[in-house]
């Protein structure tokens, strides 16, 4: 069984309390978010935070494929939010293993009544179908190729935080982007917060044609033009393992692409540098870039917990997500 964002059978109003996509979030349910989690960074920094002493529940993080930054990030947001999280981290050791199939270890775990669910699947699991046949929220920590909303809402806020307004603003993605789920969300979020998105990237790398007539869609064949137009400057893992035994050209790719001291001086003095991680050095990004008083690489992880902490406040408050 399988779906995709074009998907369009099925009941918004039953799954709008999950965060599936980001297709029916509504810009003032998006601001709301970057504020309740700028309010727990707040709180956190000022040790004001609610240390939770009531047990609200359980929620099933399920992550069929491999997470360290977003796991831990709803790991540790689950738990500041008065959850204990129930965490499957792959296949090894489960039923998957007997033949279980995905959809069937989540009617299971269901079974045992969590509060919510968590998710990182590959592209063929049934994000939206299991939507609307659960009786408890589901919220998607990454879909295969599909999409990972969380993460651009993390790096939208990331922006938010810097300039006060994401409107108007210029956001490059530099890598491969034919693969990137993080790419699929943010061209679901400029549409609903009026950004701009720019691709550089070799050829090899380039979406299918028909995903290229976005009008908000920028494409650069010289890195220094495309840091030069850029606002925020995400740089995007080469996922090695998503190209299936297609030969890469790594070192014309570094020549060309990646973020050294010496390209970045195209990028503005108030320009953001980014990475979703896990970070190549020396392919995508020196290590030297980690340095440089633009990149916010470690601000990103910072602000996901509290973001994904708003996001699962909202759940439990029993919040829609549209």
Same mark, same amino acid.
């Given at each position: ?15 709008g309390?999950s965060?599936v ?13 970057f504020?309740e ?11 004001? %935070?609610?240390?939770?002493t009531e047990l ?6 399920l ?7 977003t796991r ?7 738990v500041?939010s /008065?959850v204990?999280?129930l965490?499957?981290d792959?296949g090894q050791?489960?039923?998957?293993e ?6 069937d270890?989540?009617?299971n775990i269901?079974?045992m009544?969590p ?6 699947a ?6 939206l179908q ?6 408890? *929220?589901?919220?998607?920590?990454? %879909? ?11 790096d939208?806020?990331t922006?938010y935080?810097?300039?006060?307004t ?12 034919k693969?990137s789920?993080?790419?699929s ?5 400029a549409e ?9 990237c070799?050829d ?19 890195l220094?033009q495309?840091?030069? %137009?850029?606002?925020?400057?995400i740089?995007?893992r ?8 297609e030969?890469l050209?790594?070192?014309?790719y570094?020549?060309r692409?990646a973020?050294? *001291? ?13 990475? *979703?991680?896990p970070i190549?050095?020396? @392919? ?12 916010v690489?470690?601000?990103l ?7 994904r902490?708003?996001?699962i406040?909202? @759940?439990l408050?029993? /919040?829609?997500?549209?």
């Amino acid at each position: 069984m399988s779906t995709s964002f074009s998907d369009q059978n099925y009941n918004r109003s039953v799954i709008g309390r999950s965060l599936v996509d980001l297709n029916h979030l509504s810009s003032e349910t998006i601001h709301s978010l970057f504020n309740e989690s700028l309010k727990l960074k707040t709180e956190y920094a000022q040790n004001k %935070w609610s240390k939770q002493t009531e047990l609200k529940g359980l929620a099933a993080l399920l992550f069929f494929e491999p997470s360290t930054r977003t796991r831990f990030s709803f790991e540790s947001a689950c738990v500041r939010s /008065g959850v204990h999280p129930l965490v499957l981290d792959g296949g090894q050791g489960t039923s998957l293993e007997k033949g279980e199939t995905l959809e069937d270890t989540v009617l299971n775990i269901e079974a045992m009544k969590p509060l919510f669910f968590v998710i990182r699947a590959p592209d063929e699991f049934p994000f939206l179908q299991l939507a609307q046949q659960l009786d408890v *929220p589901m919220i998607n920590a990454g %879909w295969g190729m599909k999409g990972h909303p969380t993460q651009a809402l993390l790096d939208m806020l990331t922006v938010y935080e810097k300039f006060k307004t994401v409107e108007n603003k210029n956001v490059l993605f530099v890598g491969d982007i034919k693969h990137s789920r993080v790419v699929s969300s943010h061209l679901q979020l400029a549409e609903k917060l009026n950004y701009q998105v720019g691709y550089c990237c070799p050829d090899s790398f380039m979406p299918q044609q028909a995903s290229l007539m976005n009008p908000r869609l920028h494409l650069f064949n010289k890195l220094e033009q495309a840091l030069n %137009w850029a606002d925020a400057a995400i740089a995007l893992r080469v996922q090695k393992e998503r190209h299936f035994g297609e030969k890469l050209d790594l070192q014309s790719y570094v020549e060309r692409y990646a973020l050294t *001291p010496h390209s970045v001086k195209a990028l503005k003095s108030d320009a953001l540098i980014m990475h *979703p991680g896990p970070i190549n050095y020396g @392919v995508e990004m020196d290590q030297a870039i980690t340095r440089d008083p633009r990149a916010v690489i470690l601000n990103l992880v910072q602000n996901g917990t509290f973001l994904r902490q708003a996001v699962i406040q909202s @759940v439990l408050n029993g /919040g829609v997500f549209q």
